[in-house]
């Protein structure tokens, strides 16, 4: 089959970002599938452009990448966003209606407007339309108050619930989500979690030269990767590192950029935060050895209700890397680490509690250590991005079968 993806986005390994959809698609051209990627040449995490050498198509594989228009200044206010979401919207729209021959188009929310795109695709191709739920939105940007104006709110949900009721398939990354997708009008809903490429990291490294190009010694390294958005809570870790400065032998280490990393720059400083370091985001084929540095892995969201139905990617990534995860977040994923014995749940928010667990776990290395291994064994069996792959290319096969 050949599969139009549409995803914004879209991250392969020597960018920063997520990569599951990169390694999905791996998955499907290893089963015989063909997938073409349309995304934007904007990193959704950066606002950086990528070169022009890769701006045009990129083939890999099987694998085709078009590179379309979307505005740069996605992180500059909520219109700006906006403005980066809908000029994809219609870039996107013009790039995929040139693509020929599709099996089926596979459309990814958040943004949720990209789902429009692939829906309108997809009927005019008379193929099946996968739509692919990664977080609630608009629940997600209404709770944590993003999303404010009553209009817009109205507009957002019904444009959810109509790519729910149309969408010939619906997939899930988080067990948290179905029930939330079934209440607006999704009818059948597949589940391919989120996971990690296993092969990808060597529980076994110690991370030397991370440590060395960021100075960071011998010290107890808790290190969090990913975007620094209002969602992240950061300013709690902020707060625990202050709470922690009488401990020379522990340090946070902050991998990544977002909006609000500026912010928390400043904050740092304010608060004259000699164990904390801010690092640029790097491409995911350099966080194996980012991991490796770290001797426990932080995955952390503001203590929102339905923030307890999320599997963040990172916290597979963690376990895959061998280290243990200090988890900030309950709900689903609390349930995943628990289960595993892979690591220590902390309350969303609470920068006492997450200082006193980082002060006991660095005072036990070997239980830090146990844990890590616990959660590698356990993402080997569960949460393998192959397998999932497997999964998905299932679902996508018969998806064309009953259609």
Same mark, same amino acid.
């Given at each position: ?10 991250? %392969? ?5 997520? $990569? ?28 950086? !452009?990528?070169?022009? @050498?890769?701006? =045009? ?6 694998? $085709? ?42 459309? $990814? @929310?958040? #943004? ?33 108050? !993003? ?45 391919? #979690? ?12 110690? +991370? ?22 209002? @969602?992240?809570?950061?300013?709690? !870790? ?10 020379? +032998?522990?340090?946070? %280490? ?14 740092? !400083? ?17 966080? #194996? ?43 689903? =994923? ?70």
């Amino acid at each position: 089959m050949h599969i139009l993806l549409i995803h914004q986005a879209f991250a %392969v390994l020597d960018e920063p970002g997520g $990569t599951r959809h990169y390694e999905l698609a791996r998955g499907l051209v290893a089963h015989g599938h063909r997938v073409t990627v349309i995304a934007s040449p904007v990193s959704y995490l950066t606002g950086v !452009v990528t070169d022009q @050498s890769r701006a =045009a198509a990129a083939i890999e594989d099987d694998i $085709t990448i078009l590179r379309t228009y979307a505005t740069r200044a996605i992180h500059r206010s909520f219109v700006h966003r906006m403005i980066g979401f809908f000029s994809f919207m219609l870039s996107s729209f013009w790039a995929g209606l040139h693509v020929h021959q599709v099996d089926l188009v596979w459309g $990814t @929310s958040p #943004p949720i407007f990209q789902g429009l795109t692939a829906l309108f695709l997809a009927r005019l191709k008379r193929v099946p339309f996968l739509f692919e739920v990664r977080d609630l939105w608009p629940a997600f940007a209404v709770q944590v108050g !993003v999303l404010r104006n009553p209009l817009l709110i109205r507009l957002s949900e019904w444009l959810e619930q109509f790519l729910y009721r149309h969408a010939d398939q619906m997939m899930v990354n988080s067990p948290g989500f179905i029930e939330h997708v079934q209440a607006n009008g999704a009818q059948r809903v597949a589940l391919v #979690p989120n996971g990690a490429d296993t092969r990808m990291f060597d529980p076994m490294a110690h +991370g030397h030269e991370f440590r060395q190009q960021h100075q960071l010694g011998e010290q107890f390294i808790i290190l969090y990767a990913g975007a620094h958005g209002m @969602s992240n809570d950061l300013g709690v !870790v902020l707060e625990a590192a202050h709470l922690l400065r009488d401990d020379p +032998g522990i340090c946070f %280490v902050l991998l990544g950029d977002g909006k609000e990393k500026p912010n928390l720059q400043e904050r740092a !400083v304010e608060l004259k935060l000699s164990n904390l370091r801010f690092v640029p985001s790097i491409p995911k084929i350099e966080m #194996p050895q980012a991991l490796a540095a770290a001797d426990a892995c932080l995955a952390i969201l503001k203590p929102i209700p339905l923030y307890a139905t999320v599997y963040p990617n990172k916290v597979f990534d963690y376990m895959a890397a061998g280290r243990p995860v200090l988890m900030a977040i309950d709900g689903v =994923a609390r349930q995943v680490i628990e289960q595993a014995e892979a690591g220590v749940f902390c309350p969303p928010g609470d920068a006492v509690q997450l200082a006193k667990v980082v002060r006991e776990l660095a005072a036990n290395p070997q239980r830090a250590r146990r844990l890590g291994a616990n959660g590698r064994r356990y993402v080997e069996k569960h949460f393998d991005r192959l397998k999932l792959a497997d999964q998905l290319a299932k679902l996508i096969e018969n998806l064309g079968k009953s259609l």
